[in-house]
């Protein structure tokens, strides 16, 4: 489920989900905001599968693991690295 393949489309995998969160992340959010802005996204029809906040959370711990995003350890905002 993390990388796509011959049985997984992009948009289910984690690395799909984490350019979606990229994407997201055009100004500072908490995770809190950044569900919320999935979530409704997703409903409006902007991503084609519905996540778990789960996977969310990998795909935040991807982004952080490559340093694409970092977090505001005082008051837990992320953002992307340019």
Not at 23 to 36: A, C, G, T, Y
Not at 53 to 72: K, R
């Amino acid at each position: 489920m993390l990388m796509p393949d011959k049985h997984i489309k992009l948009g289910e995998s984690i690395l799909g989900l984490s350019a979606y969160v990229v994407e997201l992340l055009e100004r500072p959010q908490v995770i809190d905001q950044l569900w919320s802005s999935f979530r409704q996204n997703y409903k409006k029809g902007g991503y084609p599968v519905d996540h778990t906040f789960e996977h969310l959370v990998f795909a935040i711990d991807v982004l952080y693991a490559i340093n694409a995003v970092e977090v505001d350890s005082k008051s837990g905002v992320l953002k992307k690295c340019v």
